[in-house]
Nanobody, 128 residues
Framework: QVRLVESGGGSVQPGGSLRLTCAAS????????LVWFRQAPGKEREAVAAIDHDGRTKYIESVKGRFTISHDNTASILYLQMNSLQPEDTAMYYC??????????????????????WGQGTQVSVSS
């Protein structure tokens, strides 16, 4: 059974940085898409960034140039480096995974219902 565990959240001031980590266990299929989502209070869950096994990445427009998704395939760890954080980045951040895909596709990665494996989330708060 695939298990995902996030860590690294916290509280920072605007302009600060955080690095989120997602440790995956039993994720043996090399055909995979790994995604970071976030959900702010009262809002829908939103895909932020995705990466496939070969390292191809996707980002939503609002985080391009500020966030970087990466992975360590050997250790099955997913990262999200977040720089220049703004109050609107405040949310619970989740990692999610889907196996059996050669890549993250054009829209698959943006749909929560398309990803069967989820972590419990880590809170990111940005305020002055």
């Amino acid at each position: 059974q695939v298990r995902l565990v996030e860590s690294g959240g916290g509280s920072v001031q605007p302009g600060g940085s955080l690095r989120l980590t997602c440790a995956a266990s039993a994720l043996t299929d090399t055909r995979r898409c790994l995604v970071w989502f976030r959900q702010a209070p009262g809002k829908e869950r939103e895909a932020v960034a995705a990466i496939d096994h070969d390292g191809r990445t996707k980002y939503i427009e609002s985080v391009k140039g500020r966030f970087t998704i990466s992975h360590d395939n050997t250790a099955s760890i997913l990262y999200l480096q977040m720089n220049s954080l703004q109050p609107e980045d405040t949310a619970m951040y989740y990692c999610a995974a889907r196996t059996g895909l050669p890549n993250c596709g054009a829209t698959t990665w943006t749909r929560p219902s398309m990803l069967p494996y989820w972590g419990q989330g880590t809170q990111v708060s940005v305020s002055s």
